[in-house]
């Protein structure tokens, strides 16, 4: 699944080359409000235009309930691109995707042109990824390029099912980086290799944790998933997060990493309060106890200061870290503690440091740590999925080196 063709592997000059890109960014009364991932898929499109490819970019925005709506189109993406390149990208606003307008702005295009379909999710053949909108999009282009780490988890027909219609299909830049850094961290790691997993649950976890057990040499548990774990040890967990179904999962992980001999960390200490904040950053008054000696009537939201220590010692020794959920209430500025030390931990580490996107590459960026790790994901789910070992349809599809 690693060694796929690029960009840099393909002759675009003349060629109408469809990009699907990951332009999935939050809108507020129109206007974009962080433009992050139109901005990390500008390398990409450059260099397409510098070879002289006709680019043709496509993406799906929100989550499209109801068909087309003016919420949700591309538009805003459009304009916002034209001031990046300094070009005009010629919007194609069909809410059939692949209508007249877009047939007609392809049709009419010059080398270095480019041109922006409408929310590919318009068509709720997308995510059916049906035969028919697959084609559609296919007879647009020749080439076509996958730069959508966010949405290759998913086989859709802009991910997936365009890639049976097209003679070439390739990576882009993003797509090509998120290989590189999780890909190898995860099959080839230098090591020592520590993996930390954090946030609320473990069912979201499962596979992840028995997958990197066999990967990494430290493993380490934090975020509201780690008092399952600790009442798995037979230890009082107060009105901590739980799940009871997974008690015996943490048992057998916890048997498993012994029997592979594999470090498995857990919070020795946690910050505790009587009541869950709301608003979620209202203050809040704590006290810190022994993870062994949790009051009944108190609730873990982040890890202690000796837990802190821990694992930041765990961190200075490692050459591979990839992290992926937070370790306590980070929103809350008294409940971030824990996750700003593990963040500045990896800042201050010389080794390879990978964020696996969602929660930890939004508290990461927040607390202002992102310019010190060697990587931030881009995908959420894509990574998780990538961290858990699965194939993962929109690079699976891709050409072979």
């Known amino acids: 699944m690693l060694n796929k063709k690029s960009v840099d592997d393909i002759n675009v000059k003349g060629k109408r080359v469809l990009v699907r890109c990951d332009f999935n960014v939050p809108l507020k009364g129109g206007e974009i409000t962080d433009e992050n991932r139109i ?100 007879s647009l282009c020749d080439v076509y390029v996958n730069d959508a780490f966010g949405a290759c988890h998913r086989a859709h027909c802009s991910t997936e099912g365009v890639t049976k219609f097209v003679d070439t299909s390739v990576v882009g830049y993003l797509m090509q980086k998120e290989i590189d850094f999780l890909g190898n961290a995860v099959n080839n790691p230098v090591r020592p290799f520590v993996a930390i997993l954090g946030g609320a649950k473990v069912a979201d976890k499962l596979n992840v944790i028995s997958n990197l057990l066999e990967k990494c040499d430290t493993l380490i548990i934090g975020g509201g998933m780690a008092y399952t774990f600790l009442k798995a040890q037979g230890n009082e967990i107060g009105l901590s997060l739980v799940d009871d179904t997974k008690i015996d999962y943490c048992k057998e992980m916890m048997a498993k990493a012994e029997k592979l001999g594999k470090k498995l960390l857990l919070p020795v200490d946690a910050v505790t309060i009587k009541d869950f904040p709301n608003p979620i950053d209202a203050p809040v008054e704590v006290e810190v106890y022994d993870s062994s000696d949790m009051p009944a009537d108190r609730e873990g939201c982040d890890i202690g200061p000796k ?95």
């Open 307 to 401: 837990t802190q220590a821990l694992f930041a010692e765990a961190v200075k020794t490692a050459k591979t870290v990839v992290w992926n959920g937070p370790m306590g209430v980070f929103e809350n500025p008294t409940l971030a503690e824990g996750t700003i030390a593990v963040a500045k931990a990896l800042a201050e580490t010389d080794a390879t440091t990978i964020i696996g996107g969602g929660d930890s590459a939004a508290a990461v960026n927040t607390l202002g740590f992102g310019d010190k790790m060697s990587h931030i994901s881009t995908g959420g789910g894509a990574s998780l999925e990538f961290l858990e070992g699965k194939a993962l349809p929109g690079i699976e599809s891709a050409d072979d080196k």
């Open 39 to 138: 901005v990390a898929a500008l390398p990409t499109i450059q260099k397409l235009i510098n070879d002289g490819g006709k680019v043709i970019l496509c993406s799906h925005l929100g989550k499209v309930k109801n068909g087309p709506n003016e919420g949700e189109s591309l538009a805003p993406v459009a304009k916002r691109l034209s001031e990046k390149l300094g070009k005009e990208v010629v919007f194609a606003a069909d809410d059939e995707v692949v209508g007249p307008n877009a047939k007609a702005a392809v049709a009419a295009m010059n080398d270095g042109d480019v041109v922006l379909l409408q929310n590919t999710r318009f068509r709720k053949e997308e995510t059916k990824n049906e035969e028919n909108f697959s084609k559609e999009l296919a």
